[in-house]
């Protein structure tokens, strides 16, 4: 019986050090493939909010909206030149011909592209870009967008974001309260992946560099 109970312990220990090792590693492979795939939404939000931006001169708070811009917004191709001609008025003043030229730049409009084919490439992904791309998942990105007060000057703002919680909800609780703590140049910092700030001007995201190499988007 002594030697039962010790091989039954030996076992348990042994389970509980693959544990502590291989625990990580797995929450770690798991939880980088679907930063991945909410980062790249959050990548599409973002481009389409610049777009709005561009063409609106603001940002928009719902989905709805986004979506019907990004569906039927056409951005202006245009050409800028420079042109000049004589002061008329200066020239007279001084008794002149063409001694001084007014120069001035000419922005001429040559056609228009629709945005989605501009961002989206001809496909449709614009229209799932607010769900959160996590298989058992199903909700949306929490979208705001607003005016913030800098120094006296107001600036338009926005913030697409999903809580850790939301998406990495079936794994190691313990290992999902350290990464909610994560403050590193090479992690996710805070409790949320997020594009955007309703309190800083700022349009990035918060996810590190390696998270924007062509070989994490495929």
């Not at 709005?52 to 245009?78: K, P």
């Not at 002061?87 to 030229?101: I, P, Q, R, S």
């Amino acid at each position: 019986m002594i030697s039962i109970i010790l091989w039954v312990i030996i076992v348990y220990l042994g389970y509980l050090l693959y544990k502590s090792i291989q625990g990580p590693i797995e929450f770690n492979k798991v939880k980088e493939a679907r930063y991945a795939k909410v980062i790249k939404n959050l990548k599409d939000i973002k481009a389409a909010q610049l777009a709005y931006q561009e063409i609106n001169g603001g940002f928009v708070g719902d989905w709805d909206s986004l979506v019907r811009f990004v569906d039927t917004a056409q951005f202006a191709v245009t050409q800028r030149r420079d042109t000049s001609y004589p002061d008329v008025e200066k020239n007279k003043a001084f008794g002149l011909t063409e001694g001084y030229f007014i120069e001035e730049i000419i922005i001429d409009t040559l056609s228009f592209k629709p945005v989605r084919d501009s961002l989206f490439h001809g496909t449709d992904r614009y229209k799932t870009m607010m769900n959160i791309p996590v298989e058992g998942v199903d909700g949306k990105f929490e979208l705001r967008a607003g005016k913030l007060n800098k120094n006296g000057t107001i600036y338009s703002v926005f913030e697409a974001r999903v809580a850790k919680d939301v998406i990495l909800s079936d794994l190691d609780k313990d290992l999902l309260a350290q990464e909610k703590q994560v403050v590193s140049v090479d992690g996710v910092n805070g409790a949320y992946i997020k594009v955007g700030s309703m309190d800083e001007v700022d349009t990035s995201g918060n996810w590190p560099k390696i998270y924007d190499t062509d070989d994490r988007q495929k």
